[in-house]
């Protein structure tokens, strides 16, 4: 089993940056793929960001390309969601997932275990 706990959410304003961290249980999260994903209140779990297992593959979300940056150190179970430019439709609570296959993944029902989730509010 794998936890994985989000945290570094809060309340910013517009232009305002932040960076989540998701760190994850277990000796083996160097081969997880991971990614971050997020929800609004009345919508659907929406793609963010996903990483492979070695870092070296990165996919976004065409919403936060170029804003976003996600990165992981292996080292420390941990990977990140830099979020840059924030706009208030950024708001949502976002979820680290972990794919155990390694892959970078867009659909969220291909991975294999969740956070609890952060919430970021970006008032205008």
């Known amino acids: 089993q794998v936890q994985l706990v989000e945290s570094g959410g809060g309340l910013v304003q517009a232009g305002d940056s932040l960076r989540l961290s998701c760190a994850a249980s277990?000796?083996?999260?160097?081969?997880?793929?991971m990614g971050w994903f997020r929800q609004a209140p009345g919508k659907e779990r929406e793609f963010v960001a996903a990483?492979?297992?070695?870092?070296?593959?990165?996919y976004y979300g065409d919403s936060v390309k170029g804003r976003f940056t996600i990165s992981r150190e292996n080292a420390k179970n941990t990977v990140y969601l830099q979020m840059n430019s924030l706009k208030p439709e950024d708001t949502a609570v976002y979820y680290c997932?972990?794919?155990?296959?390694?892959?970078?993944?867009?659909?969220?029902?291909?991975?294999?275990?969740w956070g609890q989730g952060t919430q970021v509010t970006v008032s205008s």
């Open positions: 990483i492979n297992w070695s870092g070296g593959i990165r």
């Open positions: 277990g000796r083996t999260f160097s081969t997880y793929g």
């Open positions: 997932a972990a794919d155990i296959g390694g892959r970078t993944l867009a659909d969220p029902k291909m991975y294999d275990y």
